[in-house]
């Protein structure tokens, strides 16, 4: 977008620019701009709007889990409900579930049949984040309300496998993970090591 659009826009005309990363674009950009802070739309409020979209209940189990798993966009939400993301995201969890009593060629296996597609892993690391850190707050009995609540047993189960090092340990490579992605890092090189220090952290 040229300098003079923002610095001399047409008449009632408006621009939104969003990001999550202000501190990366140009300052002479940031300048021109007033920002605003778009919080999260609080779930029971995202519910309500699934509900009359849909004709459904507030309180329906499907629209309960799209606004916990929408993290406060509506947009999401809509993606949940409307396309195939619980079915990814079911297929996602059954793989993490299994990771603990496959052996590291199996592993290793799971790893080279991922599909390497960048914006689809994008949403798989904040999976992988969610769940790890719903095993962190189990293993740690913490008082905290759990992303994957419909999972709750098998989080039950598996954080017997880890210890709170390990899960802390997960964590913090997951998190440096999705910072790479930014770069133009191999997929399927990462997700490797990824899903082997996963499966050490169960051995530990």
């Known amino acids: 977008m040229p300098f003079s659009t923002l610095e001399e826009p047409a008449d009632n005309t408006y621009f939104f620019l969003t990001t999550t990363r202000i501190h990366d674009m140009l300052p002479t950009i940031v300048s021109r701009c007033q920002q605003l802070d778009f919080r999260p739309i609080p779930e029971g409020e995202i519910r309500q709007w699934l509900a009359e979209r849909t004709d459904k209940d507030p309180d329906d189990a499907r629209i309960r889990l799209a606004a916990r798993l929408a993290r406060g966009s509506l947009g999401k939400a809509w993606e949940y409900w409307q396309g195939p993301l619980f079915e990814w995201r079911q297929s996602v969890l059954d793989k993490l579930i299994r990771i603990p009593q496959l052996d590291y060629a199996e592993v290793m296996g799971l790893s080279l049949a991922w599909p390497e597609d960048r914006s689809r892993f994008a949403l798989e690391l904040q999976w992988f984040k969610e769940w790890y850190r719903d095993l962190l707050v189990i293993k740690?009995?913490?008082?905290?309300?759990?992303?994957?609540?419909?999972?709750?047993?098998?989080?039950?189960?598996?954080?017997?496998?880890?210890?709170?090092?390990?899960?802390?340990?997960?964590?913090?490579?997951?998190?440096?993970?999705?910072?790479?992605?930014?770069?133009?890092?191999?997929?399927?090189?990462?997700?490797?090591?990824?899903?082997?220090?996963?499966?050490k952290g169960a051995l530990a």
């Open 140 to 199: 740690g009995d913490l008082a905290l309300p759990l992303y994957n609540g419909d999972y709750k047993g098998e989080l039950e189960r598996i954080s017997s496998y880890y210890t709170k090092r390990s899960l802390f340990l997960i964590l913090d490579e997951i998190t440096a993970m999705d910072k790479t992605l930014v770069s133009n890092a191999r997929i399927r090189f990462y997700l490797g090591y990824l899903l082997l220090l996963m499966k």
